[in-house]
């Protein structure tokens, strides 16, 4: 079995930040993209970044605030989030799209989610 494990996340005023890591664990191949999705109440999940071994995306709305970065030798990835918002509040998700023995092609994985809030 695959996991995604979240760590950080919690509360900041606005101005403030905070960094998001995540790990990857048990039995896979190869890792070929990780990134980080949100979902704040009522709205749907959206992308925040994604980082593969040739390309990196941001949403217009954290371009220049947030940072991602991945340790391909450790299977993990971080968001170092600056400049927090209170629109920046919502669940935060890890992904990753994971090469599994016995399946071909690429997975979707998804961690459990970790709160950011962000008061003004």
């Known amino acids: 079995q695959v996991q995604l494990v979240e760590s950080g996340g919690g509360l900041v005023q606005a101005g403030g930040s905070l960094g998001l890591s995540c790990a990857v664990s048990g039995m896979f191949r190869s890792v070929y993209s990780m990134g980080w999705y949100r979902q704040a109440p009522g709205k749907q999940r959206e992308l925040v970044a994604l980082i593969s071994s040739n390309n990196t995306t941001y949403a217009d709305s954290v371009k220049g605030r947030f940072t991602i970065s991945r340790h391909n030798a450790l299977n993990t990835g971080d968001l170092q989030m600056n400049s927090l918002k209170p629109e920046d509040t919502a669940v935060y998700y890890c992904?990753?799209?994971?090469?599994?023995?016995?399946?071909?092609?690429?997975?979707?994985?998804w961690g459990q989610g970790t709160q950011v809030t962000v008061s003004s």
């Open positions: 992904y990753a799209d994971i090469v599994v023995p016995g399946v071909p092609g690429y997975k979707d994985y």
